[in-house]
């Protein structure tokens, strides 16, 4: 089954500086990747997401990048801003076939310093 | 549109008792999924509705867990008897297309 490892666990980065956040996967197969941030006292939500027929997809100050043949992908945040401050989690599918059952990465907790 | 809601949102129970979480989906929402996430671990699948039906329950860790989501719903996941290391955050989900899922703000549960 599919496996999936994210780094760094912390990361602290000043305001207006940008962030990287990367996940390796297992399963080549796998076609998905969503990004999930979580705020305190809130529940993950989907902030980006590729497939794998793209290789980045970048949305306003957030892209993400995908690299199949190393199995790796990542996170960039440009302008960090306090609001960003988060625990972000990486994820893919937990085989080709069920795209909905996600296998998550163990976190990164950003720290955007002023 | 109300987004997924969790109840409660902190309990707090001794070892062997029982305690029952309770999710309510986005309306409309035929895809229900309990997600569980120990302390500084990684979210981990539990099972996934579709409607009243289990389409996967791998993610269960023993039968001292239940599902249910009676009326295709809300659903209920209860522990019974709870242990130790069941304590975590538990999060639900919902979804209508396969991939963008919904998270509720989660159950933070202590077994003392």
């Known amino acids: 089954g599919e496996n999936v490892e994210q780094h760094p666990s912390t990361l602290s980065v000043q305001e207006g500086d940008s962030a990287v956040i990367k996940c390796t996967y297992s399963d080549s197969a796998s076609n998905y990747f969503p990004w999930y941030k979580q705020e305190l006292g809130k529940g993950p939500q989907l902030i980006i997401d590729?497939?794998?027929?793209?290789g980045e997809k970048k949305d306003q100050r957030i892209a993400v990048t995908l690299n199949k043949t190393a199995k790796h992908f990542s996170l960039h945040i440009t302008e960090t801003q306090p609001e960003d401050s988060a625990v972000y989690f990486c994820?893919?599918?937990?085989?080709?076939?069920?795209?909905?059952?996600?296998?998550f990465g163990k976190g990164t907790r950003l720290h955007i310093l002023p | 549109e109300a987004g997924v809601t969790q109840f409660p949102s902190h309990s707090v129970i001794e070892k062997g008792q029982t305690v029952t979480l309770r999710c309510d989906p986005i309306s409309g929402h035929d895809n229900l999924y309990w997600y569980r996430r120990v302390m500084g671990k990684e979210i981990k699948f539990l099972l996934h509705?579709?409607?009243?039906?289990?389409?996967?329950e791998s993610g269960m860790p023993n039968n001292r867990f239940l599902a249910e989501r009676t009326g295709g719903t809300y659903s209920t996941l209860k522990v019974q008897p709870a242990e130790l290391e069941d304590s975590g955050v538990y999060f639900c989900?919902?979804?209508?297309?396969?991939?963008?899922?919904?998270f509720g703000p989660g159950t933070r549960l202590t077994v003392l």
């Open positions: 509705f579709v409607k009243e039906s289990k389409q996967d």
């Open positions: 994820a893919a599918p937990s085989s080709m076939n069920r795209d909905d059952k996600i296998i």
């Open positions: 989900a919902s979804s209508q297309a396969r991939n963008e899922q919904f």
């Open positions: 590729i497939r794998s027929n793209v």
